[in-house]
């Protein structure tokens, strides 16, 4: 169910073009830096705890951003904005992988 809800509530949240929303929690972090690391093409490590997850998606993500998928520049913004609790639940990995291996934001044929 938590998998389901953080990707679910992820998933939601960036597809506003009027974005207003926060990550509410490491479980959404996760997901979101999954997705994020798929999208620029980064490795995360299996078994990543999510801080140091988003502290490679930040660094890989350009200060300039040429994506014209408001959904990407949704998502870099709720990771920018979240600061990880520290939260090593067993779900957290499987939250990374589950970002990673979702063609969300893989670009439309």
């Known amino acids: ?47 990543i705890s999510v801080e140091q997850a988003r502290k490679t998606v930040l660094e890989a993500i350009p200060e300039e951003l040429s ?4 959904r990407t520049a949704n998502l870099y913004k709720l990771i920018r904005d979240y600061e990880p609790e520290g939260l090593s639940a067993e779900e957290i990995p499987a939250l990374i992988a ?12």
Request: charged share 25%; net charge negative; proline share 5%.
């Open 98 to 109: 589950m970002g990673m291996e979702s063609s969300f934001l893989d670009p439309q044929p």
């Open 1 to 47: 169910m938590i998998l389901f809800c953080a990707k679910q509530g992820v998933e939601r949240k960036i597809s506003f073009s009027d974005f207003l929303s926060a990550m509410l929690s490491d479980y959404e972090c996760a997901y979101a830096c999954g997705l994020a690391a798929r999208r620029l093409r980064v490795k995360l490590e299996e078994g």
């Open 67 to 70: 994506d014209p998928d408001y």
